[in-house]
């Protein structure tokens, strides 16, 4: 199917012009292969390591004039690179060249607590480094952990344990559950 945009442009012109129908027919393929590339093609086109997201997406988009991109898991899942990271069945970031920024929907586990990843840069590539900005800190990560898609284990909200701590929001205040107490402190 050819984009509602393209076909607009081309009634403007003469139907007899043959560069004009040639032209069109170049951006119908680009367009075609533009939309059946996969999100880790796009993560590898912009130096990025094509592990840093799981197996099992079910669908993604990008918005060309943006780079923004959204990804769509079947459920919320936990996959282990050097640490346990936390996919939302549903993530969304901004692509650029060596990073992906206003990340949300993916949390990093350190000690007991998640803390959300709020963007994923390379240095250098020959330095082998890959950093996740967790708000407060950088947590470095050896980029060779990301060469692969892993695969990424669902999990049950309800079943996590009392002691687990998700923080979405560093300036909101979070207490630990008092011992005999059967509510989660989530942020």
Same mark, same amino acid.
């Given at each position: 199917?050819?984009?509602?945009k393209i076909?607009?442009?081309l #009634?403007?012109f %003469?139907k007899?012009?043959?560069?004009?129908? *040639?032209? /069109?027919?170049?951006?119908s393929i680009?367009?075609?292969?533009?939309?059946?590339?996969?999100?880790?093609?796009? *993560?590898?086109?912009?130096?990025?390591?094509?592990?840093?997201?799981?197996?099992?997406?079910?669908?993604?988009?990008?918005?060309?004039?943006?780079? +923004?991109?959204?990804?769509h *898991?079947?459920s919320?899942?936990?996959? @282990?690179f050097?640490?346990?990271? +936390?996919?939302?069945?549903?993530f =969304?970031?901004?692509?650029?060249?060596?990073?992906?920024?206003?990340?949300s929907?993916? /949390? =990093?586990? !350190?000690?007991?607590?998640w803390? %959300? $990843? @709020?963007?994923? #840069?390379?240095?250098?590539?020959?330095?082998?480094?890959?950093?996740?900005?967790?708000?407060?800190?950088? @947590?470095?990560? =050896?980029l060779?952990?990301?060469?692969?898609?892993?695969d990424?284990? =669902?999990? !049950? $909200? !309800?079943?996590l344990d009392?002691?687990?701590?998700?923080?979405?929001d %560093?300036? +909101?205040?979070?207490?630990? %559950?008092?011992?005999? !107490?059967?509510?989660r402190?989530?942020a």
């Amino acid at each position: 199917m050819i984009n509602p945009k393209i076909t607009q442009f081309l #009634h403007k012109f %003469p139907k007899s012009n043959m560069n004009l129908h *040639l032209l /069109a027919t170049v951006i119908s393929i680009l367009f075609i292969t533009t939309q059946s590339s996969s999100i880790y093609d796009a *993560l590898s086109s912009n130096g990025l390591p094509i592990g840093l997201l799981p197996k099992g997406i079910t669908n993604y988009t990008i918005d060309p004039s943006t780079n +923004r991109f959204e990804v769509h *898991l079947n459920s919320s899942c936990n996959t @282990k690179f050097e640490t346990s990271v +936390r996919f939302d069945w549903n993530f =969304a970031g901004v692509l650029s060249y060596g990073k992906i920024s206003n990340l949300s929907g993916i /949390a =990093a586990q !350190d000690l007991f607590l998640w803390f %959300p $990843v @709020k963007g994923i #840069h390379v240095d250098v590539p020959t330095s082998g480094l890959i950093y996740f900005d967790v708000g407060v800190v950088f @947590k470095q990560f =050896a980029l060779s952990s990301f060469e692969i898609p892993k695969d990424c284990t =669902a999990f !049950d $909200v !309800d079943g996590l344990d009392t002691e687990l701590i998700v923080l979405k929001d %560093p300036s +909101r205040t979070i207490q630990q %559950p008092t011992e005999g !107490d059967d509510q989660r402190a989530v942020a």
